[in-house]
């Protein structure tokens, strides 16, 4: 009799932990996105559901803060990230699956003005100008903000970046609440990223900068996180951001699919990703 309720317990309990596992693998799919792929993110999300059924759950932010969530909450199954030196800090940190990382898109850092260019800003220099308000992303957490630094850094006199320092309206924590500065007229110019008319055609502008002032490009790329349960379905979505179908998404908001196109636009070659040491001068990441 006593071995026979062992062995009842024994199933019972089997039973729970295989339904335990189902639960969680129900839970749909956690994605931590930097908030420079919001629009085409969300609608390639809306394609994923349509064919699978599944729809992730995307958590978007500067990429700084979203790496510090992964780290501190041990939870997340695909980090989407605007540039390689990222993904390579989360593999030291082990926060991503090595082998896992696909390239998705490449974005190119630019002025982004009001539509129709109002301030007729034409280049760098112009942002010093008294009257012109300027809104940049926070250094610390935002990889346009560390390029936006990087660039005024190396390219401005000592005047210009005083100036321009103090026609810095604000700095905003994620990509996506810098383009809300300029879509709601609260500044003139942001260093912003190419693709932003392609988000906003009627609200927004774009200020090419000079060859050799793109410090740098991002590749922007997706990679499994270690923490996941869902590995498999995690590798899934990534490979579903790299097809054709989500590829023809990130183009349609003006996102390059390539290098080459990347560097065609800026007239240059540049380097892809990299360390920022003019942040490291600053005392910064």
């Not at 800090?89 to 974005?107: E, F, L, N, R």
């Not at 990087?150 to 990509?175: G, P």
């Amino acid at each position: 009799m006593r071995k026979t309720v062992i062995i009842f317990l024994i199933l019972v309990a089997v039973v729970f932990c295989a339904a335990g596992g189902e639960a969680i693998a129900a839970d749909p799919l956690m994605v931590f996105c930097g908030a420079a792929f919001k629009k085409p993110m969300e609608e390639i999300v809306g394609i994923y559901e349509k064919q699978t059924g599944m729809r992730p759950d995307v958590v978007y932010g500067g990429v700084g803060t979203l790496f510090s969530q992964i780290l501190l909450s041990r939870q997340g199954d695909v980090f989407v990230v605007p540039s390689p030196d990222i993904m390579a800090k989360a593999q030291a940190k082990g926060v991503i699956k090595s082998g896992s990382v696909k390239d998705i898109a490449y974005v190119v850092p630019c002025i982004n003005t009001q539509k129709g260019n109002p301030k007729n800003i034409r280049g760098l220099g112009d942002l010093a100008r008294p009257g012109v308000r300027v809104g940049l992303a926070n250094p610390e957490i935002v990889y346009i903000g560390a390029i936006a630094v990087e660039i005024i850094e190396k390219n401005l006199s000592a005047d210009e970046k005083k100036a321009l320092r103090e026609n810095i309206a604000t700095y905003v924590e994620d990509f996506n609440k810098l383009a809300t500065l300029l879509v709601l007229k609260q500044v003139d110019a942001i260093i912003g990223m190419h693709f932003l008319e392609g988000w906003y055609p009627d609200k927004v502008s774009t200020v090419k900068l000079k060859p050799n002032e793109v410090s740098r490009i991002g590749n922007a790329q997706a990679a499994v996180i270690t923490y996941t349960v869902k590995k498999d379905e995690a590798a899934r979505f990534i490979e579903f951001l790299a097809s054709r179908e989500a590829q023809a998404v990130f183009r349609k908001y003006h996102y390059f699919g390539t290098v080459r196109e990347a560097f065609s636009w800026v007239g240059a070659v540049r380097p892809v990703g990299g360390e920022f040491t003019a942040m490291k001068e600053r005392g910064g990441k």
